[in-house]
């Protein structure tokens, strides 16, 4: 059974920070690119991060590049955020998808939605 399981999140000031988990299980995830997105209340979902299966190529939204770090550890990826601000308060979702392109589609295109995602995991940044 495919699996893609979240973990941390919550509540936190601005200037905090909060990690992510997210693991795989039931699949190959070693050959898939794995993948943070977001939605805020009232807004389309974006792309967040992602990276290769090698875990040597990562891509990030340009709201989130310097504070947020993606990374990955066997059939683990992790989202570190660092510098939080209110606008990152959104559902974040965990994502995996064999294709680059596919998951680089699915950061502009808000309603495409493929491969395995996450149950999501709340984040709330307060000032």
């Known amino acids: 059974q495919v699996k893609l399981q979240q973990s941390g999140g919550g509540s936190v000031q601005a200037g905090g920070s909060l990690r992510l988990s997210c693991a795989a299980s039931?699949?190959?995830?070693?050959?898939?690119?794995m993948a943070w997105f977001r939605q805020a209340p009232g807004k389309e979902r974006e792309g967040v991060a992602a990276?290769?299966?090698?875990?040597?190529t990562t891509n990030y939204a340009d709201s989130v590049k310097g504070r947020f770090t993606i990374s990955r550890d066997n059939a683990n990826n992790n989202l570190q955020m660092n510098s939080l601000k209110p606008e990152d308060t959104a559902m974040y979702y965990c994502?995996?998808?064999?294709?680059?392109?596919?998951?680089?589609?699915?950061?502009?295109?808000?309603?495409?939605?493929?491969?395995?995602w996450g149950q999501g995991t709340q984040v709330t940044v307060s000032s």
């Open positions: 994502a995996s998808h064999p294709i680059h392109s596919t998951i680089l589609a699915m950061f502009t295109q808000s309603t495409l939605r493929a491969g395995y």
């Open positions: 990276i290769s299966p090698s875990g040597d």
């Open positions: 039931g699949y190959t995830s070693s050959r898939h690119w």
